[in-house]
């Protein structure tokens, strides 16, 4: 499958969301933000994240905001770890440290490319979490992301106990 598009169910393990939640908050103790990819494998309609991953980034801190940068040599280490274990990215995840949104530069440079996927910015550097409430959903359509309502995020993406 080269588009994520056909799915109506993201499930994330209780395990993958924990973890995310300590990678966040643990950036957000030095003031910076962080980037964490999900990956997984789909079923029809369902797409089952098995994967957390935290690929090697550089956070900026600039007076007009903060960055973070994932190298092309840290990207090409996570796709072939992807081919090896059958698994593609559906989700990346990063910390803003107020509110939650999405940024010029999160539009113009994801790391989640493929049609269907989903980006989640979670506010305050995870101190609620991705569960928590302030976390901005969005899902890549034909030329842009597009904001989900907490509504239309809730019945999309199951989290497990």
Same mark, same amino acid.
């Given at each position: 499958?080269?588009?994520?598009?056909?799915? &109506?169910?993201? /499930?994330?393990? %209780?395990?993958?969301?924990?973890?995310?939640?300590? $990678?966040?908050? #643990?950036?957000?103790?030095? !003031?910076?933000?962080?980037?964490?990819?999900?990956?997984?494998?789909?079923?029809?309609? &369902?797409?089952? /994240?098995?994967? %957390?991953?935290?690929?090697?980034?550089?956070?900026? $801190?600039?007076? #007009?905001?903060?960055?973070? !940068?994932?190298?092309?040599?840290?990207?090409?280490?996570?796709?072939?770890?992807?081919?090896?274990?059958?698994?593609?990215?559906?989700?990346?995840?990063?910390?803003?440290?107020?509110?939650?949104?999405?940024?010029?530069?999160?539009?113009?440079?994801?790391?989640?490319?493929?049609?269907?996927?989903?980006?989640?910015?979670?506010?305050?550097?995870?101190?609620?979490?991705?569960?928590?409430?302030?976390?901005?959903?969005?899902?890549?359509?034909?030329?842009?992301?597009?904001?989900?309502?907490?509504?239309?995020?809730?019945?999309?993406?199951?989290?497990?106990?």
């Amino acid at each position: 499958m080269s588009s994520l598009e056909s799915i &109506t169910r993201f /499930v994330v393990p %209780a395990v993958v969301a924990e973890d995310t939640d300590a $990678r966040l908050r #643990e950036a957000g103790r030095d !003031r910076v933000e962080r980037f964490v990819l999900w990956s997984g494998v789909h079923d029809d309609d &369902t797409f089952n /994240v098995r994967t %957390a991953h935290i690929p090697r980034q550089i956070a900026y $801190r600039f007076p #007009e905001g903060l960055c973070v !940068r994932v190298d092309g040599s840290e990207l090409h280490r996570v796709n072939l770890w992807l081919f090896r274990h059958q698994e593609m990215l559906g989700i990346q995840v990063h910390s803003h440290p107020n509110e939650a949104f999405h940024s010029d530069t999160d539009d113009t440079y994801p790391i989640v490319t493929v049609r269907g996927g989903l980006s989640l910015v979670v506010p305050e550097f995870g101190r609620a979490g991705v569960r928590g409430k302030g976390v901005a959903w969005y899902r890549l359509g034909a030329s842009s992301w597009e904001e989900l309502s907490p509504a239309d995020a809730k019945r999309l993406v199951q989290f497990e106990e």
